[in-house]
């Protein structure tokens, strides 16, 4: 028990001193990841208003198939590419919200940028 709330609280850390310089602007939105053990979520955020412009998850109807995979992470990061690029959004700023980056939150900015956003 002690070392699941020792992780979160190192991930909650990186969490902040990564926040510190990244902000979404309605130019270039901020994509943030959150997996959990189960599900898998994206959200595009304009900082500057507070809003969330577009957003896909594993918890979605027609998603409910996709796992937290590798797989499963591109293909959403490649749905979360064509829902911004239907809204003329062609760049983000990606925001790993203190994961590593490989595996799942790796195979996300993959699958975005194969679907033609850029960061």
Do not use: C, W
Request: aromatic share 6%.
């Amino acid at each position: 028990m002690n070392r699941v709330i020792d992780k979160n609280k190192k991930r909650a850390r990186r969490k902040v001193h990564i926040r510190k310089n990244l902000v979404g602007t309605s130019e270039r939105p901020r994509m943030s990841v959150f997996r959990s053990n189960a599900h898998i979520y994206v959200q595009v955020i304009d900082d500057s208003k507070g809003h969330t412009i577009v957003s896909a998850s594993s918890v979605e109807k027609e998603l409910k198939e996709l796992k937290n995979t590798v797989e499963g992470g591109a293909k959403l990061g490649e749905i979360v590419g064509k829902r911004l690029l239907e809204k003329k959004i062609e760049s983000v700023v990606f925001d790993r919200n203190g994961y590593l980056f490989h595996g799942v939150v790796k195979s996300i900015a993959d699958g975005a940028r194969k679907a033609g956003v850029k960061f």
